[in-house]
């Protein structure tokens, strides 16, 4: 006899189960922070107003340069087909693989005072350590790989067919792209720009290595919990979450209503 299958109630038990669990592991840390938080003294460690102007100023124009000089790119690597094509994306993939320390190390060699590129920078007056432009140096190489790849899945959904009518009808390449993909592709670039601020905010490694100075959030939460312990960090940790979660969240699910 063929068993009778099981009530849907049941098949959805398991898989239920393992989700909420799933969830619970996702939010516990943030429920532990909110517990632990002494909300009566809620009071910024000294420093940290700084800290907060310096990640909220020079992230954003760190998000600039890579909205400015990823979506070309990622438009490119979408609509290009060259033999090299892979070394390209393995080229642009490699800061993404690559441990934040080790990349920041990388670019003290490239970028430090004893580097050709330094001395050049120096004689410019600019300084690519310890400065403003380090960090949104940091910054762009630790943001730029998220975008162009969340850009790029997002230029490849575009169909061809829309192009190639826009480019017969006697627009320009450029138009075409502006008119045409670019608005077809903005939900997958509004992800894609959600990911690159969020991981230009909280980008740690590389900065601690180029630019210890001047100290964003993710360097004076670490200076903190050494200073102070770990209940110390908390006041600084929910402005981070306060200033870094609104703009992908609100552009996430945009995207999603928008895809949908």
């Not at 490239?110 to 920078?121: C, K, R």
């Not at 502006?178 to 903005?186: E, F, K, V």
């Not at 894609?192 to 490694?205: D, P, T």
Request: hydrophobic residues 60%; proline residues 7%.
């Amino acid at each position: 006899m063929i068993p009778a299958p099981a009530p849907r109630e049941h098949r959805l038990l398991v898989p239920g189960l393992m989700a909420l669990l799933v969830l619970a592991l996702l939010v516990g840390p943030f429920a532990a922070l909110a517990l632990g938080t002494d909300w009566r003294h809620f009071d910024l460690a000294e420093g940290d107003g700084a800290a907060i102007i310096t990640s909220l100023g020079l992230s954003l124009v760190s998000l600039a340069m890579i909205l400015v000089l990823g979506t070309p790119l990622a438009w490119w690597l979408a609509r290009t087909r060259f033999r090299a094509q892979v070394l390209i994306e393995a080229l642009v993939l490699l800061p993404l693989l690559t441990p934040p320390l080790a990349l920041g190390i990388m670019l003290a060699a490239l970028y430090g005072p004893q580097s050709a590129i330094g001395h050049f920078m120096a004689a410019l007056g600019i300084s690519l350590t310890n400065s403003a432009p380090a960090f949104v140096l940091a910054q762009v190489y630790g943001a730029m790989p998220y975008y162009l790849v969340a850009a790029r899945a997002a230029f490849e959904a575009v169909p061809r067919d829309y192009e190639q009518i826009s480019l017969t009808l006697g627009k320009t390449r450029w138009q075409t792209f502006w008119r045409i993909s670019l608005p077809l592709a903005r939900a997958g670039v509004a992800a894609g720009a959600a990911l690159a601020w969020v991981r230009a905010m909280g980008e740690f490694g590389i900065v601690l290595i180029i630019a210890y100075f001047p100290q964003g959030i993710p360097v004076k939460l670490w200076v903190n919990l050494q200073d102070d312990g770990l209940s110390a960090v908390y006041p600084l940790l929910w402005c981070f979450f306060a200033l870094a979660l609104p703009l992908p969240l609100v552009l996430g699910l945009r995207s999603r209503r928008v895809a949908g």
